[in-house]
């Protein structure tokens, strides 16, 4: 099918080409729409055959257009600036050279100087050639409000001059760390859902896996190898994570027969490799948390003493509540829900996991396991009225009734 | 080459409280700056302090209306500027970022290039 063969080419080709055809455009808007250009025009062509190197076929059909539009505008005045980058454009060349500027694309979508909700648009937009009304959707907010952030990203990148370039050296640590954090946040976004009917949003985690994998095969640094296994680590359990009914299952109900083995002996190897690599990053203590999990044939098997240590060391590493949360709820797995009460008890008067509805969540667990089924009651209370994804507060509201028909 | 605007922002009351010791390291500061960044440095001045400030605004009619004080009071008020030459956006943040700006911060703005 020729059609299934353009849209596949879509998914998996559409940012290396327009990362190369932005090069001879250096105009984002112009880019775009020579590679829209492009796949309309393989639809056609590629009836006599599919080329061997879809990417290159549509990077030289899209530059060459790109070429012509520019000779005919030449006289034309332009809306916006040009892309500053260190280089002349190039000129197209054979298929086979063509430069893979994706890294360049990566850095200027998710430029600190731009707003994080604008770095993921413009990510999903110009690397995953997600339609306007499609990063909407996945952020749940309308198209024309969507279609003014992006615009509005694009001018500023154009008109403050932010380069199209891999930064330099002595700046790409900290410019890694932005990257990854816009891809991070994608694939929490998808993994859960903050609101709606669906816990997963798989769209939003195949294009945060495939962004991950892409950054990884450019630019293998520990931090970028530690993302993609955590969230093919993460990910691995996908199926398991609900029930037929769209009920929500507990890591401690999931049946691990169903984890996706082949994500989680990959996402072993990346962790091991990330770890190897020197002082751990977050999201490689991330990971090794996640390989924890994913080494251990049951729930009872599981080495809480070693989560709670990595928990201690990702805490150093990235203060954050939420980190701490989490560490309080694995000391409650290792020595008893007193002792997990007692560590979430410290955690009551930070002000940032106030609206948090897992705290309220992780309490009413321990409570619950106490046997003190008031107290736990009035904690699923609170937590159910912190979250809005319907699978999760449907699961807080079996708890809750679980207790209100066997009170102890 | 652009040029953007580096604006300094900063607590008056704070920077006044300080004493003489902060304000020798800011006047370091500036003077360091100035020599590291000489050939991309097209301008720059440090401004009297808020208290010095006239506002005035016209009505629809055209008819100015002269007052005291700042145009917009914030906590930390705009106390001076440098205009810069930078290829891009990365060159200005990096050469802004040794701009020293103790209690406060600072704000990069590209200015604007009108056709002929």
Redesign the interface.
């Known amino acids: 099918m020729i059609a299934d063969a353009v849209a596949d080419a879509h998914r998996r080709e559409w940012g290396y080409v327009l990362a190369a055809t932005v090069r001879v455009t250096r105009d984002l808007d112009l880019a775009e729409e020579c590679v829209q250009d492009a796949f309309a025009k393989a639809l056609v062509a590629w009836q006599d055959g599919i080329p061997a190197k879809p990417g290159a076929w549509l990077t030289t059909v899209a530059r060459n257009r790109a070429l012509d539009l520019l000779r005919r505008e030449l006289t034309m005045r332009r809306a916006l600036p040009l892309l500053v980058e260190e280089q002349v454009a190039p000129e197209p060349t054979e298929p086979e050279h063509i430069p893979d500027d994706r890294l360049r694309l990566v850095f200027t979508c998710c430029h600190p100087a731009l707003a994080l909700e604008a770095q993921v648009a413009l990510t999903l937009r110009l690397l995953c050639g997600l339609s306007t009304a499609e990063v909407a959707r996945a952020f749940l907010v309308s198209e024309p409000t969507m279609a003014a952030r992006i615009t509005r990203a694009k001018k500023k990148i154009s008109q403050a001059r932010i380069p199209y370039r891999v930064p330099d050296p002595e700046e790409l640590p900290a410019r890694v760390d932005a990257v990854l954090a816009v891809l991070h946040l994608l694939f929490t976004t998808g993994h859960t859902a903050p609101s709606g009917d669906q816990l997963v949003r798989h769209d939003l985690v195949v294009r945060a896996l495939d962004l991950t994998r892409m950054l990884h095969s450019l630019l293998p640094t520990p931090e970028v190898t530690g993302l993609l296994a955590l969230i093919l680590l993460t990910d691995a359990r996908r199926a398991t994570r609900v029930d037929g009914t769209g009920r929500l299952l507990l890591l401690e109900e999931q049946d691990r027969a169903l984890w996706d083995r082949q994500a989680v002996d990959e996402g072993l190897v990346l962790v091991r490799e990330a770890l190897q690599q020197g002082p751990p990053g977050r999201y490689a203590l991330q990971a090794a948390i996640a390989a924890v999990h994913a080494d251990a044939a049951t729930w009872e098997e599981t080495d809480w003493r070693e989560i709670v240590a990595l928990y201690a060391l990702l805490e150093h590493r990235w203060p954050s509540p939420v980190v701490a949360l989490n560490r309080a709820v694995a000391i409650g797995m290792a020595d008893g829900p007193a002792a997990g009460l007692l560590a979430l008890a410290a955690l009551g008067a930070e002000p940032s996991l106030a609206s948090y509805s897992y705290l309220p969540a992780a309490r009413a667990d321990f409570l619950r396991r106490l046997g003190r089924a008031a107290e736990a009651r009035s904690a699923y209370e609170e937590a159910l009225l912190l979250t809005e994804n319907t699978v999760e507060r449907r699961f807080l509201e079996r708890r809750l009734s679980a207790l209100n028909a066997n009170p102890s | 080459m ?1 040029q953007y605007l580096v604006l300094i922002y900063g607590d008056e009351k704070a920077n006044a409280e300080a004493g003489q010791g902060q304000w020798d390291e800011t006047m370091k500061g500036h003077n360091d700056f100035g020599q590291k960044h000489a050939e991309k440095l097209a301008g720059g001045n440090a401004l009297q302090g808020v208290d010095t400030a006239t506002s005035i605004r016209k009505d629809a009619a055209g008819a100015a209306t002269v007052t005291d004080g700042p145009f917009v009071e914030t906590k930390e008020a705009l106390g001076g500027y440098y205009l810069i030459e930078a ?4 060159e ?3 050469v802004a970022k040794d701009v020293p700006s103790p209690f406060g911060g600072l704000e ?1 703005r ?1 200015i604007m ?1 009108f ?1 002929r």
Do not use: E, G, Q, T
Not at chain 2, 87 to 90: E, G, M, Q, R
């Open positions: 652009s290829k891009d956006l990365d200005a943040i990096a990069v590209p290039v056709d």
